[in-house]
């Protein structure tokens, strides 16, 4: 009888993960070579690997006019490329985080292959960092560019000498550099071609002439040397991105919704009012009425005249300035077809009839469901421009212990919103108010009234609201401070031209931040830059962390914003 042991089947036990990136074993030619004259370059490594999105991340400094080629070939892969290489020049080839091994995605970065076609290899390189000037963030997919041709029109019409691409934190490293002088610029380059083609891409340019050379720093001598170039303030180099403000005017949209108005979309706020007449139809005077915006790049007409009212078609023509502050005198004529189909329904007997709307809604900015805030006026709202209200017709109550106390209020219409009545009261706390608007009180431009509208609200109690009092030291400089909500939407602002104490009241129980704006122009807002007139934008300092205010609390500080 022969007896053996059963042994279990199963897997051996894993080793630790793979978490080494790969490692170059061998190159053709060497790395950091000199007198190349080739036209590929091959790089092999320890394990098989992968490029994972080689075409976007691939910086080639100096750049190439034709984008390399690469493959995959064995444990590496080989590059070539067309274009001939300039004579004594120091190329270097940034392959950032593109490279990775094959199994475990380990990641080589910041990999650079270089070589020079003359006899000596360009060794010196320049850090900084790179934000976006409105709101001090890192900018994605930022390139910065140095050309040693120092002629402004540069930036615009030729390829740079480097380039290289600001990390996720917005620092940049440029290596391999020549002494010499070169004008910066930081470039989000939409169409990739290493020009500036204005607005949307975003730009960012140096006051000075950058100047490289071994003298600046008498530790550089390795080729990983690093030369730190400094502004008058003593900080680290550092270059605000922006956006230019769009030059030229023009119009994005335009619509006719309702049967009595005209709208028109432009592109950016306009500078003036356009002037728009009617074609096709007998001259005529105060033909509308016109709504502004708050934004201020839409402007609407309501139309006064009941013949254009009910026309199908109405066509007109639009003459606006183009926008550029060079250009005041130079105007744009669009025509514009505006065409409106009154809207039919059907009647209980199936048949088709015009649908009209012959009563006047109010609409209100508190409700029973929200409480109105102590320092806010009432807000009535309506769809068309208002034409009258009765006052005698629009009956104000507080309610104390269920009890209607007639109360005065004062009411006016909005001198801004043509759409809009204000009723001003001095709201007590947690007090319920009642109003009503009797059939009739509030007119439109068109004649139409409203039918009987009754509003029961709530104000909210003082123990609610939370206020920011900063005490500010404003270092001589004309400051907008601007307090901000969630994604940094602006909910109030002040000016600031002295010493003061500044007080934000009122404020729900919320998270806030607080940016200052160094108002150098005086016109109360930020201003953006210009390259071709070598502006920078307006500077900003923000308070140093966000606040959480809690109700019934006041958060009290000293700030003096710092503006670098």
Known sequence: MVVSDCARVGSPPGGAKDETPPEVIKSTPENYSVNYNGKSIEVTFDEYIRLNDINQKLIVSPPLKTRPQTQIKGKGFELSFEDDLKKNTTYTFNFSDAIEDNNEGNVLNNFQFVFSTGPKLDSLSFQGSIINAFDLQVPEDVYILLYDNLSDSAIFNETPLYVSKANEKGIFTLNNLKADSFHIYALQDGNMNYRYDHFPEMIAFSDTVLVINPDNNSAIKEKDSLIIHTDSTGGSFQL???????????????????????????????????????????????????????????????????????????????????????????????????????????????????????????????????????????????????????????????????????????????????????????????????????????????????????????TRKMEYYGNIILDLNYNKKNMIIQLLGENEKMIRQSMVYNDTILRFEYLPPKKYLLKAIWDQNGNGKWDTGDLIKRIQPEKVSYYQEEIKLRSNWDFKKNWSPEFR
């Open 240 to 458: 605000r991105l922006f956006a230019e403000e769009k030059h030229n005017q023009y119009l994005t949209n335009s619509s006719r919704s309702r049967k009595e108005n005209l709208l028109l979309v432009f592109n950016k706020p306009l500078e003036e009012k356009p002037q728009i007449k009617l074609i096709g139809e007998p001259e005529k005077t105060d033909w509308f009425i016109e709504e502004t915006f708050v934004v201020g790049d839409t402007v609407g007409y309501w139309l006064t005249d009941t013949t254009l009212i009910n026309l199908e078609t109405i066509q007109v023509s639009v003459k606006y300035v183009l926008g550029d502050s060079n250009k005041h005198d130079e105007y744009k004529f669009d025509t514009i077809r505006f065409r409106y189909s009154q809207a039919l329904k059907k009647s209980r007997r199936g048949n088709l009839q015009t649908q009209n709307k012959f009563v006047l809604g109010l609409n209100f900015n508190t409700s029973t469901a929200n409480p109105l805030d102590l320092n806010n006026s009432l807000f009535v709202f309506t769809a068309t421009p208002l034409s009258d209200f009765n006052p005698q017709m629009i009956l104000f109550y507080s309610i104390v212990d269920s009890i209607e106390i007639p109360t005065e209020v004062f009411i006016e219409k909005d001198k801004v919103n043509i759409k809009r009545l204000i009723l001003k009261h001095k709201w007590e706390e947690d007090v319920k108010y009642k109003i009503m608007f009797l059939p009739g009180s509030v007119t439109d431009l068109y004649g139409t009234t409203n039918d009987s509208t009754t509003l029961t609200f709530k």
